[in-house]
């Protein structure tokens, strides 16, 4: 018998074990397009009840999609640019043919100039030693881009493999491809499963497009040291960008401290002036300003959803126009002097220092 997936997250159905992907009782079988009982429960009430796919069974099904594509779109968050692009993933794509979409742009202040954010993603692609790719910036929230994505696509052979670590949008892309005159136009009630929680596709799901396109969803890579992955679920919701960005500006001395209750702190030791720091941030949490004499106060004390458990520092010097950022939380931004900073993280968390995202650019 052939084996059937579930059109909304690619799982093997199965009828025996409702607490394991795929999961359709044997009275629904016979039904078209299949749908398991997990991305019913996603789509209805919001709820993953078996949780994100694990990192080795993501991998084994990302590898037999490039086996079967022709081209790939890689997708990565604007919002958490360093872990969208892992090296290990980047050297699986190999020299197949790659067009990154830059995803989540509507998260940009609106007077974000995006002519400078392309420039900012070709200096961080080089600086990462990135290949050569043609980028596009889009938001499959407000169709931002998409014109010239669906163009794009049709260069890159008759299968095409939508890839990117988790909660990046390659399902939300998919959808919105699907909807438009590339996809066919609209498809009916089974779509690509969607959910703010990491890790909801499970396997590589194929999408028949007229004129013999094939275009696949794949599960998400799971990247290392993204806090939000770290945390349980109800955290994760809270640290995921969702709204327009938003930034706080912090005078900051020697002796004060920028952080996110129980989550992280910046910690100044140094300054060659009178230093800022912008703290950015987009989703349920907040920057805070305090002084160091409160940090046990505010990091290890502070009795939030989200509190770590083991901690981690590191010194680093930030200079003005750079952002310090921690994977799967947010960053902050040095304006006006350079400062030295003890940061105070979650242990294991991804620290990277960039030129700044957002503001005026050398
Ligand atoms: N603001 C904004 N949110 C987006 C955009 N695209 C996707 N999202 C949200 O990001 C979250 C993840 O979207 P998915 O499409 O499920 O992401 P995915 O990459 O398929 O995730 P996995 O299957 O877990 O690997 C959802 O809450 C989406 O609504 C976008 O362009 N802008
Ligand atoms: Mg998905």
Redesign the pocket.
């Known amino acids: 018998m052939r084996q059937q997936h579930c059109q909304g997250c690619g799982a093997h159905i199965q009828s025996s074990n409702p607490s394991e992907y795929g999961y359709v009782p044997e009275g629904q079988l016979n039904r078209e397009p299949l749908l398991c009982q997990r991305c019913f429960r996603i789509n209805h009430y919001g709820r993953d009840d078996i949780g994100p796919v694990q990192a080795n069974d993501s991998l084994a099904s990302i590898e037999a999609g490039l086996a079967w594509c022709s081209g790939v779109v890689l ?1 990565v968050d604007l919002m958490d640019f360093e872990a969208s692009v892992p090296r290990e993933l980047v050297g699986m794509i190999g020299n197949k043919k790659t067009i990154l979409a830059v ?2 742009v ?2 940009l202040p609106e007077q974000t100039p995006l002519r400078e954010i392309h420039g900012w993603i070709a200096k961080r692609l080089t600086d990462l030693a990135f290949p050569q790719v043609q980028v596009n910036l889009i ?3 407000n169709g931002h881009g998409f014109p010239d994505l669906a163009d794009e696509i049709e260069n890159l052979g008759p299968n095409v493999l939508f890839i ?1 670590v ?7 892309v998919l959808e919105r491809l699907l909807h438009m005159r590339i996809g066919g136009g609209k498809r009916g009630i089974v779509k690509p499963t ?3 929680y ?4 499970v396997q590589v799901s194929r999408w028949r497009c007229p004129g013999g396109l094939v275009l696949a969803d794949s ?2 890579y799971v990247p290392q040291g993204r806090v939000s992955d770290q945390v349980a679920a109800e955290c994760a919701r809270e640290l995921i960008p ?1 709204r327009q960005l938003s930034s706080h500006l912090y005078p900051v001395q020697v002796g004060e401290l920028i952080h996110i209750p129980g989550l992280c702190g910046f910690e100044c030791l140094e300054s060659s002036g009178s230093g800022l720091l912008l703290g950015f941030t987009g989703s349920g949490v907040q920057w805070q300003k305090s002084t160091n004499k409160h940090l046990k106060k505010w990091l290890e004390e502070y009795a939030g959803p989200c509190q770590v458990k083991t901690w981690e520092q590191r010194t680093i010097r930030l200079y003005p126009g750079q952002d310090a950022v921690i994977s799967g939380l947010g960053w902050v931004s040095a304006r006006k002097a350079t400062l030295l900073l003890r940061v105070h993280l979650p242990q294991g968390a991804q620290l990277t220092i960039r030129p700044n995202l957002v503001g005026r650019k050398k």
């Open positions: 997708v995803n989540k509507d998260l938001s499959a929230v990117g988790t909660n990046v949008g390659k399902s939300s969607i959910s703010p990491p890790g909801t596709t599960p998400g969702h």
